[in-house]
């Protein structure tokens, strides 16, 4: 079970982090902006922050089973 939350989490906060564009230099990141809609950069910035707190609360999981 800790195994599976720990995946689970890693692999929430990697998918928010491409979705958010957390690993682009800021040349792409200026380029990716300006050749999106905004309703496209809403929708990329929701499944960012949903993975983000999926990972989050999944790594927390795993950290209480863990420790107790």
Partial sequence: MLQFFLIVGIIGIVIS?????????????????????????NFRTKIAVYSGLIGVISL????????L
């Fill in 17 to 41: 982090g491409i979705f958010i564009g957390a690993w682009t230099d800021g040349q792409q990141q200026r380029a990716n902006f300006y050749s999106e809609t905004p309703e496209h950069r």
């Fill in 60 to 67: 927390g999981i795993s950290g209480l089973i863990y420790f």
